[in-house]
């Protein structure tokens, strides 16, 4: 277990490794956080020291519908966030993924967002990774419970449906298992792995979420290239 000091009430929603740094976006406090895991020894139980990264040419907004993935490529420079949605029904919304460019200190935002259009405000991504060349994102519906892979060009920002996870997840719920997925990662053979949020929170609360319904999803599905779109 590493302890992170960050801030009371934060809700680590985004995660991506570079070498020996983490990243985290909170979705509480709508930032970002750069942990070396190489400064040093950490004496056992002592917070590993955050570093908060300014957002310059980033709209932030802080609460339970913010920031809710991130991506960094392997030269450790181009970094990509997502707000998962923005927007209200009567004009429509979108999710948002900020093109950003690693600094000392500050992360700047590098020409404009990839706005990628809902259907409807049932819709959102969550999660975000990058796989040969491209980043990935899952575009899930509540209520409707519809679970998709998508494939996004990070320079055209032009999108396409990788594959449809829906009757899976459905059928793992009815098992009595949380089908809420928010994070993703891919291996370098193409396995992708998923866990679903299964905790309902507003605000810290002393002790932690509440005990959950449901059980927790952590999910491996078996070389994403060779799964069909529906």
Known sequence: VLPLAVPPGSELEGVAVRGTSLWFCD????????????????AAGTPLPVRRLELEGVARRAGKVGFEGLAV?????????????????????????????????????????IEIELED?????????????????????????EYLVIEIDPQSGRWWP?????????????????NNLEGMALSECGDLFLVS??????????????????????????????????
Not at 128 to 145: C, F, N
Not at 202 to 228: C, H, K, S, Y
């Open 27 to 42: 979705e509480a406090h709508a930032t970002v956080y750069r942990v070396e895991l190489s400064e040093g020894e950490i």
């Open 73 to 113: 490529a392997p030269d450790g420079e181009s970094v990509y966030l997502l707000l998962e949605r923005r927007g209200v029904e009567m004009t429509g919304c979108s999710s948002l993924i900020y093109r950003l460019r690693a600094e000392t200190g500050r992360l700047t935002a590098v020409g404009t967002p």
């Open 121 to 145: 405000c049932t819709w959102r991504l969550t999660a975000l990774d990058l796989w040969r060349g491209r980043l990935l994102a899952l575009k899930t519906r509540y209520p409707g419970e």
């Open 162 to 178: 990788t594959c449809d996870l829906t009757e899976m997840a459905r059928g793992l719920a009815a098992e009595g298992w949380s």
């Open 197 to 230: 949020d299964n905790a309902v929170t507003w605000d810290a609360a002393p002790g932690g979420p509440p005990q959950a319904r449901e059980r927790t999803l952590f999910l491996r599905v078996p070389r994403l290239d060779n799964l069909p779109v529906e």
